[in-house]
């Protein structure tokens, strides 16, 4: 009977999550507003690229001075530019309009600002005078050198591959780092897609006024079972309509006529090690267990849905407090603030699963981290069953702290 009702509670509640249209809204609106986004972005730097490439090749009617010798007249020429030995009238000239612009440049161009004057031209198009002048000078210092290969390579020009060993091992760097990151941005993605939702669970009840008949038929263990179960299939849903697509995506090249070329590339340098890979989904699991419980209890608390997503901010203040310290965790793993991140209950399942992508998770630190997260999930499940048995009839208040402690 216990097996059928849990069935029951689960079916429900998933088909009544995926039969709203918010549902819909929600999990389809995140990915096309990333979408629409990510295309701007795009469009808007290939523009930007477009329009500094031509700045820098553009002609300028300029005076200049030059301090540094490097200049020459025909170099100069070319960009538009006319030598003057007399920068203050230049100066006096730009600002009655009879010239459009006056650089000077410094003795040390390396070391020191190329002082321009110019007409105003508009915010964006005001540019090309920077454009010209850095251009300008560039080419004055190639010519300089006498090889472009050279000047490339004095201003750090240098690209380069790396192989890393230990233990008399090829190791993955970065892209061993990668895989298990994976893990934490799961967790990230169902705790801000459901996190609300999670919340919500208990408390929708309880507006609706219907928790009395459903406590004559459900005892609140299997209620809470079924509704956590109904939670994680509708986020297997979300995950699938936004993970397949964009995985599709990135392995086909966008759509473009990369083929994927450049996924597969990546994918295939990608080295996931096995005991890594293992350690992140046991602390995922942990995670989800001891927060899923945590929302529950919270949602069997409070009387309103309002009253549950102001306390839903401070869960996400939680979530995100560990990575303000992330160039901790990457430059001193045994730092004391670290170490609190790691073994506090509610920062733990970040900390644990950035260390372990960093390769910084020791096995030791691994088991107890992971056995503290499913022990502590363990209570808060029975607490979240324990307060809603006491509280879903509150409709007005909380539950007093003094009326649970006597009803142990």
Do not use: C
Not at 4 to 32: A, C, D, Q, Y
Not at 217 to 227: D, N, Y
Request: no cysteine; hydrophobic share 50%; net charge negative.
């Amino acid at each position: 009977m216990a097996g059928h009702n849990l069935w029951t509670v689960t079916s429900f509640e998933f088909m009544r999550t995926v039969k709203k249209k918010t549902f819909w809204i929600g999990t389809l609106g995140v990915p096309v507003i990333i979408g629409i986004v990510m295309a701007l972005l795009v469009l808007t730097q290939t523009e930007a690229t477009r329009t500094a490439d031509s700045q820098k090749h553009a002609t300028v009617d300029f005076a200049f001075t030059d301090s540094s010798g490097l200049i020459t007249d025909d170099l100069a020429a070319s960009y538009g530019g006319t030598r003057t030995e007399d920068p203050v009238q230049a100066l006096q000239d730009v600002r009655e309009g009879r010239s459009q612009a006056y650089f000077a440049i410094p003795g040390d161009p390396a070391r020191e600002e190329i002082e321009i004057h110019g007409k105003d031209l508009g915010v964006f198009e005001s540019g090309t005078y920077g454009a010209v002048a850095g251009q300008m000078v560039s080419d004055a210092a190639t010519a300089k050198i006498g090889s472009p290969e050279l000047a490339a390579l004095a201003g750090g020009g240098t690209t380069f591959t790396s192989t890393l060993y230990a233990d008399g091992d090829e190791t993955g760097g970065i892209y061993a780092v990668v895989p298990p990151l994976v893990f934490l941005a799961f967790f990230y993605a169902v705790m801000m897609f459901m996190g609300n939702q999670i919340l919500n669970s208990t408390v929708e009840e309880k507006e609706n006024r219907v928790t009395e008949m459903i406590r004559t038929t459900l005892a609140p263990k299997t209620l809470i079972s079924g509704k956590i179960l109904a939670l994680m299939l509708t986020g297997l849903v979300q995950i699938g309509v936004i993970g397949i697509p964009a995985a599709g995506l990135f392995l086909t090249g966008g759509g473009g006529g990369g083929g994927g070329g450049a996924a597969s590339e990546i994918l295939a340098r990608m080295d996931p090690q096995p005991g890594t890979m293992v350690t992140g989904a046991v602390l995922l699991a942990g995670s989800l267990l001891l927060f899923t419980a945590t929302l529950m209890a919270i949602g069997a608390v409070v009387p309103t849905a309002k009253d549950a997503n102001g306390l839903f901010s401070a869960i996400t203040i939680v979530l995100f407090v560990p990575l303000y310290a992330f160039s901790l965790f990457v430059s001193d793993p045994d730092a004391v603030l670290v170490q609190v991140f790691l073994y506090f209950p509610f920062s733990a399942p970040v900390a644990a699963m950035l260390l372990n992508g960093l390769g910084f998770l020791t096995g030791t630190q691994a088991a107890v981290v992971a056995a503290e997260l499913f022990i502590a999930g363990g209570i808060m499940m029975a607490l979240a069953v324990k307060l809603f048995s006491h509280g879903n009839i509150r409709y007005h208040s909380r539950i007093p702290l003094k009326e649970l402690m006597r009803s142990r």
